[in-house]
């Protein structure tokens, strides 16, 4: 049994208010790839904020005082950092050129996922917009498993992802901000191994594998292929929880 | 064009001193699975680490002071932890149940990527073999290629994985500790993205990515599939640097 990971070709361009579940549906057939039972589709973040209209014009943003200061200090705009800190629940690290926050959302990432590739929105001369996250990734992709279910009554596993940065690596990687009908981790504890030992270190984050499998073939410059399709989960799906990936703080050994 | 990624099926059991090469070549042909140009094969260590037989029978150590304390510190065998320490450069963070370190290699890791789970070595009645990382992962890999190559002139990539914890969320995936005739990362800086703006954060992890999508395939528990054959990688191989991942001290807010 393989894995098979296939971005779906010739997705349109996404606009606010546009309807992403049966943009989706139209694109698979399109693509002449009918859903089965257990397939999963992968979902970049970045179309999902856009149908959901999460631009933030920056020349309506008035900077607080905190935000003009860790503007000066990260060398970022002011009214970008004010985004950043009103999307975040607090600030984790910063320095020139990198400002680190815990997102509403809970997970630890930079500049709260707002970035300006693949934006066309604001005027086009100063091209001020900004991009939020969704605001609930995991209803997102509920709803867009909910349009499959109800279109051909076929369970899949919906994950939206984006690219982040890690702590002592290069590179960022596809990770998962929210996920419908998927199990975030896999809990191996107890498990035996070949050689009939208990096995140690056995939870799984069987959904962010899965999401930087996808990131892989959504490439970043062109944001073309922003849905992939996949065939062959090697885990049962089930309804999942977001925030068992989260580590709560206080195992958390570096923040 | 999909990335297919494809576990090995009934790989032998691997014992120091076999030919994992020859093993590895002898199981494509089993699984009828003929190499083409651009195929990459993904390994996971401890196949790797029992052929080169890195295993330390822990009766044989004698943990020094440091490693004393340490292991009263975390609840952890001191003689692991002098293993540990040995295999290290230095410890980045401690505590109950849990020891993290820059391993010799270059990269962070929890207890210096040595565990106890689905290894038979040792006495039966204490088990107190452990396995340590491959010396060289990057050098494994390489004699892997170059076995390849010899018997089929094909270029293709090789990847050495390992399951590791990541800073902020729960569940270990898989990461490359080593490779060869693969990129580590792809540099898009510079490239445009669909509207013509120049990309921001643009250095993927693409070996990472692909570590975590192989790591998928071949499970934790059940060790019985610890070679993965991926066809359709999205980028031209050539050969990368491993330690191209691995973020300068001097960048890292983290430790």
Redesign the interface.
Known sequence: ???????LMRFP?IEPGDDLSSEILSCLEDNNLPLVENDILVITQKVVSKAENRFVDLSTITPSEKAIKLGLQTEKDPRLVEVILRESNEVV?F?KG?L?VEHKLG??C?SAGI??????GGSKES?QSVLLLPVDPSASAKKIRDAVFSKYGKNIGVLIID?Q???????????SIGLSGIP??ID?RG?????G?T????????V??????A???M??????TPVVHVRG??YKLAEGNFN????SKET????
């Open positions: 049994m393989s894995l098979v990971i296939t971005p361009m690290r320095r990198s680190v997970f630890i930079a970035d300006h590739s693949n934006i066309s091209n690219s940065g890690r702590a002592w690596r290069n590179g960022v990687v596809g990770m975030a981790l191996e498990w035996k191994d070949l050689y030992s096995l140690e270190i056995t939870i799984v984050g069987v962010d594998e899965l999401a930087a499998a990131s892989l073939m490439g970043q410059a062109n944001e073309g989960f090697p068992d990936l989260m580590r958390d050994l570096f923040r």
